[in-house]
């Protein structure tokens, strides 16, 4: 699922464990976008955030773990909380196209149940759908 707001563009997995899309996760990323944004008027350009937050809208009680920066946003539902965040962001790259990734299954033997990555748009659109128009 991708949808746009005046500043991001959010692209989404289907839950796996629903097998629809997570309205949960897409107002914790509205969230995030909120708060990077805020934060941004008072902190420098290499600004993060890391952490995690149960979902408490999921009918499946999903805990998410987040990295939040001024480009981009990316939440992991269901994951093993041992799994290095770096790891999480390579099968992210693999998943969402950004970069060419190659991960051996053994790697990352339980992927998440649904992600979601949040980017800044270079360029305002007018075209603007929100998440609960795709669900």
Not at 7 to 29: D, I, K, N, S, Y
Not at 34 to 45: E, F
Not at 81 to 104: Q, R
């Amino acid at each position: 699922m991708i949808w746009k707001s005046n500043t991001h563009e959010f692209t989404a997995t289907v839950c796996q464990r629903t097998g629809a899309p997570c309205p949960a996760l897409a107002q914790m990323a509205r969230a995030l976008t909120q708060a990077i944004s805020t934060a941004g008027r008072v902190t420098t350009s290499g600004f993060q955030v890391e952490g995690s937050s149960e979902l408490s809208h999921c009918p499946e009680g999903c805990v998410a773990r987040f990295r939040a920066q001024s480009n981009q946003i990316r939440v992991f539902c269901g994951t093993d909380p041992e799994i290095a965040a770096d790891l999480l962001d390579d099968y992210a790259n693999m998943m969402f196209g950004t970069e060419p990734v190659s991960l051996p299954s053994s790697v990352l033997a339980t992927p998440p149940c649904a992600m979601l990555e949040a980017s800044v748009l270079t360029q305002h659109s007018d075209v603007r759908l929100s998440p609960q128009a795709c669900i």
